[in-house]
């Protein structure tokens, strides 16, 4: 079960002495090594002690299962590998933990005179009754060795210096730890642990430099490559772009990639932060949803053609589905994160890594789901519960087109999550009114059409949401396309008085933000990199920092001129009121000025800002 392990320790053989030169065959280092390539060329040969594993099928005791009170699996486990592994109190230090539905686990590092051996590890399954089914360990046998020593010659801040040069990379900030590494010549080498960002984020490593000597002796690699036929999350849909990506995890926002969860990779568009499934989501259980989720193509790779002339359902199509879905959701949870919206803010993550918030709450994607049709919607529970996405089949062609290969209606969905999240403190209560409901649909247009204005550096263009499932690519499945143009798009807040149904009052402020959008483009400028730079001052990062500082700002069921207050608060907390003005010129364009009331129009801006309305930015 979850006997493997993520991380495989590695010798650095271009790197060091040739001591490491590996005297088994090709074969039998299948096991125990690994050779790959770091981007700065640098050749590094993995290396992990073989491991032993005993499955005992039904099950059998532990040294505590005579006793008559209650016992926890973790000391039940423990007490197992101790029995199994040595006597001494400090030869091994917890991990990780956990009880899933239908076992338990207890993870463990072996300890050698008090200091962790990173490579040697040990784990132990115990079922639903306590008895232990299963048992692994890669533990060294230290009675062979000198005792080694724990006194480092060289300080951590020397090895982070031996470490960036030897390996390319940046330190990430994290204090080296202490460790033993065993090796493959059977000694032990001690080494500071040292955490290396390479490749800008997208690699993540432990290097192990030598404690005595600065060499790097062996690297953890976090990253499994990942790749991934989608949709490109700046374009709309499969008709528009269908390409084979590579890495397109963040690993700031996702540290464990999107395809790990429970210390686990499922290979599988299953993971942390979403689990995209073909099921009905309230009937099934967690291990259903899980087996119907898509598998990889091979490893590493989710590699599905995807043809429009055949039926949703066919196998490709349905693969497609699954894989595009959990990939765009994946990258909102990536960009939000970069944005704001982390463990602390109460998103959707399984594990929170120690970061705060409240976790178990993964985003579950019922694709192709079959309560319904033509629409899409997010439930969302409060912070620690799960959210549910359930995208369903547009009848208004032949075959039926499929909202998760649309990926504005995959990220408005998304959003939903965050704005019934951020408003209100994570209790996912404080969006329940019409008007804050209708602006929950805005800010989730906003979103998906953000997503897409970054490819455009210089100003932004007029958006359609959803014109690949009704077919209509000037207003898709909105009334009107959003733009600065009011011959194109005629709303104002006045308009909120006379809608009932929440979408329509959520164009209005989906309009609102297009046109606040833009005028910070044009005031600022755009960058391309806004989907992973959010440090960069431009007219796209103000925006999504200021949406979403804004949420969390806002009152209970906000209304419209709420929401609005928010954001000029908002650019005064980040910008120091940088762009106040600019900000009231665009909300006074809808309507939203300064005196707006009970759906009656203001065009005032406060005083000190230019009185003048000035059409805030050019349109496509
Ligand atoms: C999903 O399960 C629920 C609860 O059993 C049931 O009411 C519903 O009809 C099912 N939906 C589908 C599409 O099978
Ligand atoms: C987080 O979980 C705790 C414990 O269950 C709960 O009291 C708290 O309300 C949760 N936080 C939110 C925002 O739901
Ligand atoms: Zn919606």
């Not at 949803?289 to 199509?317: C, Q, R, W």
């Amino acid at each position: 079960m979850f006997t493997s392990l993520r991380a495989f320790v590695l010798c650095v053989a271009a790197l060091s002495s040739s001591t490491l030169a590996a005297p088994w065959p090709t074969h039998v280092q299948h096991s125990t090594h690994r050779t790959r390539s770091l981007p700065n060329g640098a050749k590094v040969q993995l290396y992990h002690p073989k491991s032993s594993f005993e499955i005992y099928e039904t099950g059998v005791d532990n040294p505590l299962s005579k006793r008559s009170d209650p016992v926890h699996f973790t000391d039940a486990g423990l007490a197992f590998l101790r029995s199994k592994l040595g006597e001494s109190d400090d030869f091994m230090s917890i991990r990780s933990s956990y009880a899933g539905p239908h076992s338990s686990h207890v993870y463990v590092k072996q300890r050698v005179n008090g200091i962790p051996v990173a490579n040697a590890v040990a784990n132990v399954a115990l079922n639903s009754k306590g008895d232990v089914v299963s048992f692994a360990s890669n533990f060294i046998k230290v009675s062979g060795f000198a005792a080694p020593s724990t006194k480092a010659k060289i300080t951590a801040d020397a090895a982070i210096d031996h470490a960036a040069k030897a390996l390319g990379g940046r330190h990430t900030g994290r204090a080296p730890e202490l460790e033993f590494l065993a090796t493959e010549d059977g000694t032990l080498a001690l080494t500071h642990a040292v955490r290396l960002e390479i490749d800008g984020s997208k690699h993540m490593v432990e290097a192990y430099i030598d404690a005595r000597t600065g060499e790097v002796r062996g690297l953890v690699d976090f990253t499994n490559d990942l790749h991934m036929r989608v949709v490109p999350v700046t374009k709309s849909d499969p008709t528009v772009a269908y390409e084979l990506l590579k890495d397109p995890e963040d690993k700031k926002a996702s540290p464990r990639g999107w395809g790990a969860a429970e210390d686990r990779d499922w290979h599988a568009t299953v993971g942390n932060n979403a689990i995209a499934f073909k099921g009905n989501v309230t009937t099934f259980s967690i291990e259903q949803i899980i087996e119907t989720a898509a598998k990889e193509s091979a490893p590493g790779v989710f590699d599905y053609k995807f043809d429009l002339a055949s039926d949703p359902s066919s196998t490709n199509n349905l693969n497609a589905a699954r894989v595009n879905a959990w990939y765009v959701a994946n990258m909102a949870h990536d960009i939000l994160y970069r944005y704001g919206f982390t463990e602390e803010a109460f998103n959707f993550q399984n594990n929170n890594f120690g970061k705060g918030g409240n976790e178990t709450d993964v985003v579950f994607i019922s694709v192709q789901d079959a309560s319904d049709n033509n629409n899409a919607n997010f439930a969302t529970l409060p912070d620690g519960e799960p959210g549910i996405m359930r995208m369903y089949l547009w009848s208004d062609f032949q075959p039926m087109r499929d909202g998760d290969m649309s990926n504005q209606i995959i990220l408005h969905e998304y959003t939903h999550g965050m704005t019934n999240r951020m408003t209100g403190g994570g209790t996912a209560v404080c969006l329940q009114t019409t008007e804050a409901q209708g602006l929950g649909e805005g800010w989730s247009d906003a979103f998906a059409e953000w997503v897409a204005q970054t490819a455009n550096s210089g100003y932004v263009h007029d958006f359609t949401i959803g014109g690949y499932v009704t077919g209509d690519n000037t207003a898709g499945i909105r009334s009107h396309p959003y733009s600065t143009n009011r011959g194109v798009n005629p709303l104002t807040y006045a308009n909120v008085k006379d809608s009932e149904e929440v979408h329509n009052i959520g164009e209005i402020w989906g309009q609102a933000l297009h046109v606040v959008h833009a005028a910070l483009v044009q005031t600022l400028g755009g960058a391309k990199d806004a989907l992973t730079n959010p440090d960069a001052e431009n007219g796209h990062t103000a925006f999504l920092h200021l949406m979403i500082d804004a949420l969390a700002l806002q009152p209970c069921n906000p209304s419209f001129t709420d929401a609005r207050l928010a954001w000029i608060q908002a650019d005064q907390n980040r910008y120091n009121g940088k762009n106040k003005c600019n900000l009231w010129l665009a909300f006074a364009y809808m309507g939203l000025g300064v005196g707006a009331e009970d759906y009656t129009n203001s065009h005032k801006v406060p005083e000190g800002c230019p009185l003048k309305y000035t059409k805030p930015a050019a349109t496509a």
